[in-house]
């Protein structure tokens, strides 16, 4: 098929599905444009293939938003997600990290669409548990050290402009290893973490974003946002 000129398409793009506008615009612009196997990036996930195709949507705004690769880089995730205009901090960095599962420092779509599905509202509790318990072991050891603990709710704080005393800090940290640390070897593994999150269910209750079940209907302005009070911060 040859390419057709933009004024023999009778429908608009905003008419068309995702793959006929997309199929639309190449034709008319003379260029090869591959789309995600869509149906295999939603197996696994609670999204449906409709919802991944407006994910993609999505991910290409972001993706674009900067350096125009259809990737995300680490500013873009800052800025889209975030609405953070800080180049550093922590808990951004870690939770880009996590994203980056290839740890090639950009983030593709089917990463995007995998690491985001844990944030779905059907996703077990199980899984939000390991994907916290990976961002706080900053060190990947498999252990969450009190240090580790302390750095990330000292970014966490900072990422949601809270200002507490370094002595509330400590008694954050302290009350945590508590209650989480069972054998009381200074650290938390993963079956602790697990108890702790059950008996503690607020440790989760940013894991669940809403919208995420209606993403055909309604692009948020950002993706995710820590929105941390200094009340979820004490048990």
């Known amino acids: 098929m040859g390419c057709l000129p933009t004024k023999h398409v009778r429908d608009s793009p905003r008419s068309l599905g ?9 034709e008319s612009s003379c260029e090869k444009v591959d789309l995600p196997d869509f149906l295999n990036i939603a197996t696994g996930t609670p999204f449906t293939v409709s919802e991944v195709e407006a994910l993609y949507d999505l991910f290409r705004k972001i993706s674009n938003s900067v350096i ?3 990737l995300i880089h680490k500013e873009e995730f800052h800025l889209a997600l975030f609405r953070s205009k800080k180049k550093e901090n922590l808990f951004v960095d870690r939770v880009f990290d996590l994203f980056d599962q290839k740890g090639n420092g950009v983030i593709e779509f089917g990463e995007f669409v995998r690491s985001l599905s844990v944030f779905h509202p059907d996703t077990p509790e199980e899984q939000k548990a390991a994907f916290a318990f990976r961002l706080y072991d900053l060190r990947q050891t498999g252990f969450i050290e009190r240090h580790e603990l302390k750095e990330m709710v000292l970014a966490l704080l900072d990422e949601s402009n809270l200002d507490i005393t370094s002595d509330a800090v400590e008694m954050i940290v302290d009350t945590t290893f508590d209650q989480a640390d069972a054998n009381g070897d200074g650290r938390i593994d ?24 209606d993403i055909t209907m309604i692009f948020p302005s950002f993706v995710i946002h820590s929105e941390v009070s200094e009340a979820d911060l004490f048990v």
């Open 18 to 26: 995702l793959h006929e506008a997309v199929s639309v615009a190449a």
């Open 68 to 70: 125009k690769d259809g």
């Open 190 to 213: 993963q079956e602790e973490w697990n108890v702790f999150t059950k008996d503690n269910p607020y440790v989760l209750r940013n894991m669940s974003l809403p919208y995420l079940k």
